[in-house]
C-alpha cells in the first residue's frame, strides 16, 4: 500500500523536475542533503519518518520519548512526504548514504534492499531477544522475511483494507450494505439513478485501483492466485479466476461504479475521503488508515455515527474465504548495514525500549489505529472508536489469509508495472486478456 | 557593438567563459558520459551495476511505450508553440508600446513566470477538480469536465498550462524585440500610407525573424524536459495519456528501479534535443545571433 499518511502532496517535483535535470535526473547519483547520512563514530542514529498527522505526531513524539530516556544515544530525525520519502530513501540506500533506521512497508522493496546488502540480518538478534518477538503480532513477520530471514522489525499499525459506508446515504434512499458481488452491482444502479456516485475512488493514485483487484482475485479465485503470481509462475495473470476478476471490474467501470473523473483524483489530496463524508459517493474502498483521516477531516462524519465499515463481500461462486483480507501486515523498521557500529547500537536500543513502548500504542490506539502488539483487547475495547478497532483487530487476527498489498509484496520493476496496467485497465484501454498478457510478461522481474 | 569588435574582445576575455565552462561541464558533460555508460549496464539503483550490452537499448527500441512517448511529447510541443507564438507575439507587440497602463499590464502579465511549476499544477489540479473544483462549485456545467481523466482533454490541459506558464515569458523577448525595430521603418511606412495591419505583417514580424527563432527554439527544446508541471497534475495519466519522454524516464528509473531503460530514454532525450535545436539553426539561417536593425548593427 502506498500511503499512511493524510497528506502527500508532491513536492517531489520541485527537486527534480528542472530544466537541465534531463540527464542529471535518470544520474540518481543525488544523494540526501546533510539530514541524514553516515556520519563518522559517536554519531547519532539517524531516522527517516513520513510526515501526515495524525501519524506524524506519533512518530515524532516516539522519538522524543526515546532522547529524552537515553542523553547518550539520540537519534535524529528527518521528516518527509510519502512519495518524496519513498523515491528518495531508494536513492539514498544506492548511494550509501541511507539512514541508520530504514522505514518501510517490507515485501518486494525490503527484498531488493536485502538482496543489495544495504540492510543488517537481524535474524540472529531476535533469536537473542525473544521477548521483542512474541510481543508482536505473528502475522506482521511474513512482510519482513527474506528466503527465510528476518531483515525488519514490524511496526506501527496492522491495516486491512476495509469497506467503507456513508450511512446517512444509504438510509436516504433506504439501500443495505452489500453483501454479495450482485448486491454490490444492484446498489450501483440504485445509487447512480439518485445522481450519488456508487464508489468513491482516487483513481490517479493508482494503488486505490489495485486494492479492487486484490479483493476480487481473492473472492473469486482465492489467495492462491496472487500467490501463484508472487512465486514467479509462468503466465499466473492468466489464471481463469483472475480474467473474471478483471472481467468484473471492468464491468463496474461500465456500469459507472465509481464517481466521475475518478482516474485525476488524488489520495494525496484527500479528496477520495471528502467525497465519502460529504455524501457524495456512497461507498469507498479504502485502508483503515482512512478512518482517522475521516476522523481528522469529517466533521461529525465519525463522532456522529454516520460511518460504516465492512468486509468485502463474497462473490458469488468464488473460491475465496469471506475472513481472508489484504493490506498492510505492518509498516517495517530494517538497519542499515552501511551504518557505524555505534549508530547500529543506538538504533538496536530504539527497536528494544522505542518502538511501540506503551504511550505510542495508546497514541496510535487514540488515533484509530491497532498496533502489532499482542494483547491490546482492552485497550481497544476501552477506547472510544471500541467498534472499529475490534473490527480491525478481529479482521486481521482472524483472517484465513492476509495478503500484503501487491505493490509492497513484488519488487519495484513489477510493481510499476502492475500499477501502469492498472490504470489502463479502468480506463478501459486494456482487456482482461491484454492486462493478463501484459503482466505475464514481467514475472519473475 | 559590430561584428568585428565582438570578435575582437572575445580573445582576451577568454577566461570569462570559465566559470560556465566549469558548471556546464559539472553538470552537464560529466552527467552526460555517465548517463551514456549506465545505458550500456543493468542496475536497480541499489546494488552493484553490471554491464549489459546492449540489453536496455533492445528493451526500450522493442517497447511500444516509447513510440507513445515520442509522440506524446512531439503533441505537447507542436501545440504549446501553435499556442504560445501568435498570443506571445501579440502581447509582445502590445506590450512594447510606451503607454503606462502597458507598463502596468505587462507587470501582472510577469506573475506566472514567478510561480512554481509544482504551485501552478497544484493550483490547477484544485480548480479543475470535476468534484470539489470551479466548475462545480460555480454550477457551470462547461466548466466541470473531468478535465484530467478523459485522455484528449487532459493532453489540452497540459498543453493550457503549459502556455500559461510560458507566455509571459516568450511576451517578454518579443517586447525586447519589437523596442529594438528603429522608429525610421514605421515613420517611412506611413509615409507610404501603410495602416497598422499592414506595418505589422511588413516591418514588425520581419524584423522579429530572429526573435521568433529563438523564442521556438527556446519552446520546443524546452518542452523535452517538462517533467514537474505534468508530474503533478496528471502523473502521465489518465493511463499514459500524457506521459512524455522525461516523465517516462523518470518512471522507468526511480519508480521501476532500472536504471539501465532509464538512461537510454535519457540518451535519446538528448539526441532528439541536440537534433531540434540543429534545424532549427538551419532554419534561421546559419548565424541567427546576427542583427538584421540597420543602424545599429
Redesign the interface.
Known sequence: MASTTTSR??????A??????????????SGPSGTGGGGGPGANASYWYLTGQPQEGIRVDAVKRFNAANPSSQITATGFQNDAFK?KI??A??AGQAPTLIWGWGGGTLR??A????VDDLTSWFAENPAIKSRLLPTSFDAATVDGKLYAMPCETVQPIVLFYNKKVFDSVGAQPPQSWGELMALVTTFNNKNIAPFSLG??SRWTNMMWLEFLFDRIGGPEVFHAIFAGEKNSWSNPGAIEALTKLQDLVKANGF????????AD?N?DQ??LYTG?AAMMLHGSWSYGIQQTNGGDFVSGGSIGFQSFPPVEGGKGDPSNTVGNPAQYISISAKASADEKKIAKQYLTTGVLADDEVKAWIATGGVPVVQGTDSQLAASKDAKFLQFIYNTASKAKAFGQSWDQAL???A???LL?NI??LF?L?LSPQQFADNMNAVIGQ | MSAAETSARRGSLGWLAVPALVFFVGFGVIPLVGVLLLSFTSWDGLGDIHFAGLTSWTAVLADPGLPHALWVTFLVMALSWLAQTPISLLLGVFLAGSQRYRAMLSVLYFVPLVLSSAAIAITYKALLDPNFGLGAGLRISLLSQDWLGEPGLALGVVVFVVSWQFIPFHSLIYQGGVRQIPRSLYEAAELDGAGRVRQFFSITLPQLKYTIITSSTLMVVGSLTFFDLIFVLTAGGPGDATRVLALDMYKRGFQANLMGPASVIAVILVLVGLALALVLRRVGGRDASASQLDGAA
Do not use: H, V
Open positions: 502532496r508532491t513536492f517531489l517535483s520541485l527534480l523536475g528542472l530544466p537541465a535535470g534531463a540527464a542529471l535526473a535518470a544520474c540518481g547519483t523515491t531508494k536513492t540506500i544506492g531488493s534492499y538482496k543489495a546488502g544495504q483513481g490517479q464517481i466521475k473523473g475518478f482516474s485525476s483524483i488524488t489530496s479528496a471528502a467525497l457524495r519488487s519495484p520493476t510493481a510499476e508495472a501502469d490504470s489502463k480506463q484501454t
